[in-house]
């Protein structure tokens, strides 16, 4: 294992940050993101983030941040004086570790691309671009902004300028056959710096995708042919050295997101910002889950009235937390520590369930007592993690 990876004894502290504005609402979206017409107050948003620091700094003290993530939203249409006063505070409030990552994640547009020295300079040490499809027709149908040499031209300059690099692909896009996807992906193999996050194209609620979807206007592969994309997706990421280290993440040994990893090892994580989640473990109140308002101007009043925009603030119960471990672990290459899951949820994984999953050739348990779910198991993860959680 690289030794960009921390121990995962010690997930790390992470800080998220959303910004939840956007140019246009993509139709396959469900995120908390919005379109505004006019322009944003950027400078009443720093204070409310601001103040949202010292909130969650005050609920859980000392800690040393490992990383911190711009999410959106899209994050890159911030101000580069935004970020470095959100990241001010940040290290005002806590302790920022030497090798801490700071990713943004931008939209591949060369008006965005531009600015990406700026964000340098402000302290972004990595950026995630939103390419998400590497064919002219689908990113119009997909509703994105930019074209593919746009893309491959911004993500020329994020290399130029970073020192860390990723962009996200769509598949089982309508009418993508497995062929289509693998030329497609190996190009972005070809191009790709890093890191690549290759997700399955699902219908989300609430979306302009599932309105279409249900009126019999957009047709997505069948099951088989789901299944024939992800096994060209994992064949050809092994095969170019970016295997999966989680289910939809890709990258070569030391590139792993490392806010990512905080998430899925069952860390702890302050979310900052309209509709952010976070996870803190406070003295005698056990592990929260926490939520933030997700409407930008109501999340600004609470925060203006209140001194913080969280609205959900729920003590996790053993069962849960042992659940949640398992949801977010088993999606990992690397699995779990059975162990772990003992002190979460105060009861072992039951010994017969893992037998009965090993046989069917959906778990290993490995030389080092942990679990983790098979290149078979990864296709069929829900079910998988239910199994164990019953």
């Not at 995120?31 to 944003?40: I, L, P, Q, T």
């Not at 965005?112 to 939103?130: H, M, P, T």
């Not at 998400?132 to 130029?160: C, F, K, M, P, Y």
């Amino acid at each position: 294992m690289s030794a960009a990876i921390r121990n995962p004894f010690d997930p790390g502290f992470g800080v998220y940050v959303h910004w939840p504005f956007c140019l246009s609402k993509c139709p396959y979206c469900d995120f908390n993101s919005h379109v505004r017409r006019g322009d944003v107050d950027e400078d009443r948003f720093v204070d409310a983030y601001r103040a949202e620091i010292a909130h969650r700094a005050a609920l859980a003290p000392g800690r040393e941040v490992t990383s911190i993530f711009f999410g959106g939203g899209t994050p890159s249409l911030m101000a580069p004086s935004t970020v470095q006063a959100i990241l001010d505070s940040i290290a005002k409030h806590w302790t920022i570790a030497r090798n801490v990552e700071v990713t943004l994640e931008a939209n591949p547009t060369s008006v965005e691309a531009s600015r990406f020295k700026s964000f340098k300079a402000a302290g972004v040490n990595r950026v995630s671009l939103g390419v998400q499809a590497l064919n002219d027709i689908d990113l119009r149908n997909l509703g994105r902004q930019h074209s593919v040499a746009e893309a491959l031209a911004a993500l020329d300059v994020a290399t130029s300028v970073f020192e860390r690099a990723s962009f996200d692909l769509i598949y089982a896009r309508p009418d993508q056959t497995p062929a289509q996807w693998r030329k497609e992906l190996d190009l972005a193999l070809q191009r790709a710096p890093e890191h690549l996050s290759l997700y399955q194209l699902t219908i989300e609620p609430d979306t302009m995708f599932e309105r279409m979807f249900n009126a019999g206007k957009l047709v997505v592969p069948d099951p088989d042919t789901q299944r024939a994309l992800w096994d060209v997706t994992q064949e050809a990421t092994l095969r170019a050295g970016m295997p999966s280290y989680e289910v939809s993440n890709h990258a070569r040994p030391g590139g792993e997101c490392r806010h990512n990893l905080v998430y899925w090892r069952y860390g702890e994580y302050a979310g900052i910002g309209p509709g952010a989640h976070g996870r803190l473990v406070l003295p005698g109140k056990g592990r929260r889950a926490q939520a933030c308002e997700r409407h930008p101007e109501m999340w600004l009043t609470c925060v203006e009235t209140e001194g913080h925009g969280i609205v959900e603030d729920e003590q996790l119960s053993p069962e849960q937390e042992g659940d949640e471990f398992l949801l977010m672990g088993l999606r990992l290459r690397e699995g779990i520590d059975p162990q772990r899951y003992h002190l979460l949820a105060g009861r072992k994984l039951a010994a017969s369930r893992i037998s009965e999953l090993v046989g069917d050739g959906l778990v290993e348990v490995l030389r080092d007592n942990r679990l983790r779910v098979s290149s078979e198991g990864f296709p069929v993860l829900d079910a998988v993690v239910a199994d164990l959680a019953a």
